[in-house]
């Protein structure tokens, strides 16, 4: 995908190409459904959890199409936006300005 990323949610930011994850969004949250209370179900398996947590699990688990990405800094590839923000938090901390990058 192409897009700013906020590194915090995993969500793409406002104004800043944003559009280029709008279909890959759209396709994830259609395989949620609310439960209320805060409880969420996957259409595919049936799994119930918070909404976060649900989001990510369809990502890596329903969405095969999906190519994946690569860090910018160490080429690294990772599935999901997730799995990707987790990386450069855990490994690239000390980058200037990662608090926000391309996907």
Same mark, same amino acid.
């Given at each position: 995908g192409s897009g700013m990323i906020d590194p915090n949610t995993g969500m793409p930011l406002a104004g800043? *190409?944003?559009? $280029?994850?709008k279909d890959l969004d759209q396709s994830i949250r259609s395989k949620m &459904?609310?439960? $209320? *209370? *805060?409880?969420?179900? %996957?259409?595919? %398996?049936d799994? #119930?959890?918070?909404?976060?947590?649900?989001y990510n699990h369809v990502e890596a688990k329903h969405l095969a199409? @999906?190519? *994946?990405?690569?860090? &910018?800094? %160490?080429?690294?590839f990772c599935r999901t936006? @997730?799995?990707?923000i987790t @990386? &450069?938090?855990?490994? @690239?901390? #000390?980058v200037k300005d990662s608090s926000s990058f391309m996907l």
């Amino acid at each position: 995908g192409s897009g700013m990323i906020d590194p915090n949610t995993g969500m793409p930011l406002a104004g800043a *190409g944003a559009d $280029g994850n709008k279909d890959l969004d759209q396709s994830i949250r259609s395989k949620m &459904i609310n439960l $209320g *209370g *805060g409880m969420w179900q %996957c259409t595919d %398996c049936d799994l #119930k959890t918070k909404s976060s947590n649900l989001y990510n699990h369809v990502e890596a688990k329903h969405l095969a199409q @999906h190519s *994946g990405y690569s860090c &910018i800094y %160490c080429q690294k590839f990772c599935r999901t936006r @997730h799995s990707l923000i987790t @990386h &450069i938090k855990r490994f @690239h901390k #000390k980058v200037k300005d990662s608090s926000s990058f391309m996907l």
